[in-house]
């Protein structure tokens, strides 16, 4: 079946630093990828998204490009600030039995110190 | 705009009591998803509505019970729940369903005392 894996966290760095979260992928097809960001105490928001292999998906600084060879949409940033404080998911629609769901990566817990 | 509202923010209720969660958006969407969030872990799907119609149930207990009324409302109705029914509430929706992106609302915090 359709499962997202990311890293797990906390994530914890200092401002101005270079952030990856990894994710990576397993589904049949071509399925659409998304990052959410969840601000504490928050909802989820749409952070970017890709939609075909090559993609490159960016926000707010953000950047993930759709790799169909090694099944991954790892996010970067090249500065984070402390307001990037927040948890981010990894996430994909996919096919048959499960369209239309989103299929969640766990989460990654990112803090940014001043 | 890209904004779904979710009503009311934060929730407390006893386990013999019946309230409701309000979502709403004004996007044209056809499809619409209620989901519940436990702290620290990602949202779990519990419904989906696809053109005003229940197309998924993952088999959420029946002292949750979504409505529809329109194509812009979803529902959520509560009654006799439980403590472990304690959760983050998000209501979703996205043009269709299948690769179609999800805006979330807010949340209803919800505590059942």
């Known amino acids: 079946g359709n499962s997202v894996t990311q890293m797990e966290g906390p994530v914890t760095l200092s401002e101005e630093a270079f952030l990856t979260i990894n994710c990576t992928y397993t589904a049949t097809g071509y399925p659409s990828l998304f990052w959410y960001v969840q601000y504490p105490g928050e909802g989820l928001q749409l952070l970017l998204k890709a939609t075909k292999a090559d993609d490159k998906g960016s926000n707010k600084g953000f950047e993930a490009t759709y790799r169909k060879e090694t099944t991954s949409f790892h996010l970067e940033k090249g500065s984070v600030q402390v307001s990037d404080s927040a948890v981010y998911f990894c996430a994909l629609t996919g096919y048959g039995g499960s369209q239309g769901n989103l299929i969640f990566g766990k989460g990654t817990k990112l803090s940014v110190k001043p | 705009d890209t904004e779904v509202t979710q009503t009311p923010k934060h929730l407390v209720m006893g386990m013999t009591n019946k309230k409701s969660l309000k979502c709403e958006q004004h996007?044209?969407?056809?499809?619409m998803y209620w989901y519940k969030q436990k702290a620290k872990k990602p949202p779990e799907l519990m419904f989906v509505?696809?053109?005003?119609?229940?197309?998924i149930n993952e088999s959420v207990p029946s002292r949750f019970s979504p409505e529809c009324p329109n194509s812009s409302l979803l529902n959520l109705h509560l009654h006799a729940l439980q403590p472990e029914d304690s959760a983050l509430y998000l209501c979703?929706?996205?043009?269709?369903?299948?690769?179609?992106?999800?805006?979330f609302g807010p949340g209803t915090r919800l505590l059942v005392l």
């Open positions: 509505y696809s053109y005003e119609k229940l197309s």
């Open positions: 979703a929706s996205s043009q269709d369903t299948g690769h179609m992106t999800q805006y």
């Open positions: 996007m044209g969407h056809r499809a």
